[in-house]
């Protein structure tokens, strides 16, 4: 939790001699005024993020629609619409809180000590519980591809769909886990604050050590920092980054494989170059993924050097800021994958355009948007598009019959 902090002293006297000397105990006051200094937060969180994931979760339940009304269940696929599921689902917790907070009330003041354990657990425990398991299914995804790509004869035996099911209900576990010590990691209690509006005073919340702890709160917030920042961040990243140059690997041998068992016939030309833009569409899934793991990680570092040894590089509060600009970008990021997939699949075109086109007809039958999707049918039928999926990508390829790649 990013919040103020703050020192409160003479709670646990200690003795020196004939003097006491009262002991200053480490706390976190949640003053929103210190944490959104700049005030744009208050516009992003509470009005952008809230829109925004409303329109992400209809982008995703289209796309999954899409998906199982027509067959489109495959290894990769069920990636896919775990992926869909987990960003979809990692936005709607924080954007209730922050549309209420900044956009119904109008709070941007002390947060009350009543809402302290649900806005920590809203706007940081479970987003990131689903995001962790968006990033590790984002991992399965690029394995199951380089084993599709690099060892196409192994893949039915090595990624069969009942251990890509078992896969992601792993990463589900492992984000779970990861997150756990984060719903006692707090001892929450009221501290008594001049009120908003009035002469009067109010109980806003703040944290402390939990009762279980035996060592200094901002030491174990470090500890707790560089633990976090290595397992749940940078070792995901590294494990992506090697797989995906693994891919783009396997993806430049069969190339040049093919290329020496047989001539290069118009077919095997049209499959290497679907073969490309599987590996682009790969890339760019993982590198949005990337992206924003390598920005949190960045954050948590800066926390971690002001906890542990007073290293100011960036002020605290501005960290907030910059983490309020990350989590902007993590929540423009979410339907990337809907995009990617509309780019660079025919098949999905195709069953999108013949699910809303019917829909756009009825309200208005020469609307722009009706315009739109008849040129995207038309592009799904015309053999331009890099990448079918009414076929196995899983499958081994027959030089003497080359098939369509599948996402």
Same mark, same amino acid.
């Given at each position: 939790?990013?919040?103020?902090?703050?020192?409160?002293?003479?709670?646990?006297?200690?003795?020196?001699?004939?003097?006491?000397?009262?002991? @200053?105990?480490?706390?976190?006051? @949640?003053?929103?005024?210190?944490?959104?200094?700049?005030? &744009?937060?208050?516009?992003?969180? $509470?009005?952008?993020?809230?829109?925004?994931? /409303?329109?992400? #979760?209809?982008?995703? %339940?289209?796309?999954?629609?899409?998906?199982?009304?027509?067959?489109?269940?495959?290894?990769?696929? #069920?990636?896919?619409?775990?992926?869909?599921?987990?960003?979809?689902?990692?936005?709607?917790?924080?954007? /209730?809180?922050? &549309?209420?907070? %900044?956009?119904?009330?109008?709070?941007?003041?002390?947060?009350?000590?009543?809402?302290?354990?649900?806005?920590?657990?809203?706007?940081? @425990?479970?987003?990131?519980?689903?995001? $962790?398991?968006?990033?590790?299914?984002?991992?399965?995804?690029?394995?199951?591809?380089?084993?599709?790509?690099?060892? !196409?004869?192994?893949?039915?035996?090595?990624?069969?769909?009942?251990?890509?099911?078992?896969?992601?209900?792993?990463?589900?576990?492992?984000?779970?886990?990861?997150?756990?010590? &984060?719903?006692?990691?707090?001892?929450? &209690?009221?501290?008594?604050?001049?009120?908003?509006?009035?002469? $009067?005073?109010?109980?806003?919340?703040?944290?402390?050590?939990?009762?279980?702890? +035996?060592?200094?709160?901002?030491?174990?917030?470090?500890?707790?920092?560089?633990?976090?920042?290595?397992?749940?961040?940078?070792?995901?990243?590294?494990?992506?980054?090697? %797989?995906?140059?693994?891919?783009?690997?396997?993806?430049?041998?069969?190339?040049?494989?093919?290329?020496?068992?047989?001539?290069?016939?118009?077919?095997?030309?049209?499959?290497?170059?679907?073969?490309?833009?599987?590996?682009?569409?790969? =890339?760019?899934?993982?590198?949005?993924?990337?992206?924003?793991?390598?920005?949190?990680?960045?954050?948590?570092? =800066?926390?971690?050097?002001?906890? *542990?040894?007073? #290293?100011?590089?960036?002020?605290? +509060?501005?960290?907030?800021?910059?983490?309020?600009?990350?989590?902007?970008?993590?929540? /423009?990021?979410?339907?990337?994958?809907?995009?990617?997939?509309?780019?660079?699949?025919?098949?999905?075109?195709?069953?999108?355009?013949?699910?809303?086109? !019917? #829909?756009?007809?009825?309200?208005?039958?020469?609307?722009?948007?009706?315009?739109?999707?008849?040129?995207?049918?038309?592009?799904?039928?015309?053999?331009?598009?890099?990448?079918?999926?009414?076929?196995?990508?899983?499958?081994?390829? +027959?030089?003497?019959?080359?098939?369509?790649? *599948?996402?």
């Amino acid at each position: 939790m990013a919040e103020n902090s703050s020192t409160s002293s003479g709670l646990t006297p200690n003795t020196t001699g004939n003097k006491i000397v009262p002991e @200053v105990e480490q706390i976190i006051v @949640v003053d929103f005024r210190q944490w959104y200094q700049h005030g &744009f937060e208050y516009v992003i969180n $509470g009005y952008v993020i809230p829109i925004w994931t /409303i329109l992400n #979760i209809c982008i995703y %339940f289209l796309m999954v629609y899409v998906f199982l009304k027509n067959g489109m269940t495959t290894k990769s696929h #069920i990636c896919l619409i775990a992926i869909s599921v987990t960003d979809s689902l990692s936005a709607v917790c924080p954007s /209730i809180m922050w &549309f209420y907070f %900044f956009a119904v009330r109008k709070h941007f003041y002390y947060l009350p000590c009543a809402w302290c354990r649900t806005y920590h657990y809203m706007t940081e @425990v479970i987003p990131h519980i689903f995001s $962790g398991t968006s990033f590790y299914i984002t991992i399965l995804l690029s394995i199951q591809r380089y084993i599709a790509v690099g060892h !196409p004869f192994k893949v039915d035996r090595l990624c069969t769909k009942r251990i890509i099911i078992i896969g992601i209900c792993v990463c589900v576990l492992i984000a779970f886990a990861l997150k756990a010590i &984060f719903f006692v990691h707090y001892d929450y &209690f009221g501290i008594t604050v001049p009120a908003f509006t009035g002469n $009067g005073t109010m109980q806003a919340c703040a944290v402390r050590a939990p009762k279980w702890l +035996n060592m200094p709160f901002y030491e174990y917030l470090a500890v707790i920092q560089a633990v976090f920042t290595f397992i749940y961040h940078l070792m995901p990243c590294t494990v992506l980054m090697i %797989f995906e140059f693994l891919l783009i690997f396997a993806v430049v041998k069969s190339a040049e494989t093919s290329k020496k068992m047989t001539s290069s016939s118009r077919a095997q030309t049209i499959r290497r170059r679907k073969e490309r833009q599987l590996t682009y569409a790969t =890339l760019a899934i993982s590198s949005l993924s990337l992206l924003y793991g390598l920005c949190a990680s960045f954050t948590q570092i =800066l926390d971690f050097l002001y906890l *542990q040894f007073g #290293i100011s590089v960036i002020s605290n +509060n501005d960290i907030r800021s910059i983490v309020a600009a990350f989590n902007f970008l993590y929540f /423009i990021m979410l339907p990337s994958n809907f995009v990617i997939t509309c780019c660079l699949s025919e098949a999905f075109r195709k069953h999108l355009s013949s699910v809303l086109i !019917p #829909i756009s007809k009825r309200f208005k039958p020469f609307s722009p948007l009706t315009m739109v999707l008849s040129v995207s049918a038309s592009l799904s039928t015309s053999g331009t598009s890099f990448i079918a999926s009414n076929e196995n990508l899983e499958t081994p390829v +027959n030089l003497t019959k080359v098939k369509s790649l *599948q996402i």
